[in-house]
């Protein structure tokens, strides 16, 4: 049973960051059931990759929900959306500001027939703001908050971070928010309104430029693999066989680094010598340390430098990660069922719990899947239930 066993939450959701946020409250015992519009349902149904014309992205991240088909733009969908919400814990939406005002189902309305509700917004901009009309995508928000610009090479474009970061980090922050909101609410009784921006969730990890403007007036610019402001070195090297990521810890271990590397005299050489100079001199240090890597394979310098404990690691590709002998006794991959896509390979919760660990992996809903199962649940007679699908509403 998981730890979140009892808790209702009534998912608006759709795309990537509120179903990725309400996957976690899932995954953990949650009942979450999720509303899709009628005819229409969650635009991540259209996503590839697919099999049996069914979206593999729209299943990986729905899993553990039951689905309810129920067009909310009508009058009669907005009262049922309001006798679920009403017996429920929380509610998290991911809507363009404003739109559940006009039905009647944000968290002002909705604190009045549930003052203890826990109402999660998720958005690109926030609820307040002078971009808060603005709609949002994941390369959107990694464009406007400087990590486009703060990626690549120097000589190069700027660079998109090949994740969906801007939609993962922001679904985990209002998980976050809505558990300690949830503490909060055992501790007073009072429900309140979570508002994620996408916008702050990036611009929030983009700690070390701003420190650099802020205590030193530095500009901080890309420089690919390399951090050459910060310690040098600290790198991506070409290799036999691909790639092999390397760098110091701290400035002592500089002479440990040239000593594995075969050029022990490179410790002392007064251009090198210090985190500074090697800051300085940073292209002329990066071709010399490069050398020693171009003729060895990443297993080769896997072990040489796990000899020496120098924190490294080879460039590894997905198809390798898929067979990673760590990940999968760690059970970080498994084989799932899902009543689309049938048996399929994904990623699980990587939230390791020891007593209340993440729940038994169930199929995400079909469209409109559960919607009698639900309905039934919150007391809807039979003909409450027939007028609504004889009225187009369920």
């Known amino acids: 049973m998981g730890i979140l066993n009892g808790v209702k939450v009534i998912d608006f959701t759709q795309a990537y960051s509120g179903p990725f946020c309400t996957m976690q409250l899932a995954d953990f015992g949650a009942e979450v059931i999720k509303i899709e519009r009628r005819g229409v349902g969650d635009q991540s149904r259209e996503w ?96 406007m908050t400087g990590v486009v610009d703060m990626t690549g090479f ?91 990521s390397a760098g110091l810890v701290s400035e002592s271990a500089w002479p440990t680094f040239c000593n594995t590397i075969g050029n022990p005299d490179l410790a002392d050489n007064p251009k090198f010598a210090t985190a500074e100079g090697r800051s300085k001199n940073f292209e002329k240090a990066t071709e010399i340390i490069s050398t020693f890597f171009v003729d060895k394979t990443r297993s080769e310098l896997t072990d040489i430098f796990a000899e020496a404990k120098i924190p ?7 198809p390798e990660l898929m067979h990673n002998e760590h990940l999968l006794e760690r059970g970080m991959i498994r084989t799932m069922y899902d009543d689309g896509l049938g048996e399929y390979e994904a990623i699980t919760n990587p939230m390791h719990l020891s007593l209340t660990p993440a729940d038994e992996y169930k199929s995400a809903p079909l469209m409109g899947q559960h919607t009698e199962e639900i309905l039934e649940k919150f007391q809807f007679n039979k003909a409450e239930i027939a007028e609504l699908y004889e009225k187009g509403v369920i």
């Open 48 to 143: 590839t990759p697919f099999r049996n014309g069914y979206s593999g992205y729209y299943a990986s991240i729905n899993r553990n929900k039951k689905g309810v088909s129920l067009d909310i733009s009508k009058p009669e969908g907005q009262e049922v959306a309001k006798r679920l919400i009403s017996q429920a814990d929380i509610v998290v939406e991911n809507f363009k500001v404003g739109t559940l005002a006009k039905m009647g189902l944000d968290y002002e309305s909705i604190k009045k027939i549930n003052p203890q509700i826990i109402y999660a917004s998720i958005s690109g901009f926030g609820q307040y703001g002078p971009l808060k009309n603005l709609a949002a995508y994941d390369n959107v928000i990694q464009a």
């Open 154 to 244: 120097p000589d190069g474009v700027p660079v998109k971070i090949g994740p969906a970061i801007g939609d993962h980090f922001t679904g985990l922050n209002t998980c976050l928010g809505i558990l300690m909101a949830y503490y909060s609410r055992l501790e007073t009784g009072m429900g309140q309104h979570i508002d994620t921006a996408m916008f702050d969730t990036l611009f929030g990890i983009c700690e070390c430029p701003i420190l650099f403007k802020t205590l030193l007036d530095v500009d901080m610019k890309r420089s690919g693999n390399a951090d050459p402001e910060v310690m040098v070195p600290y790198d991506v090297y070409k290799c036999k066989d691909g790639y092999f």
């Open 312 to 318: 490294s690691a080879p460039v590894m590709t997905i």
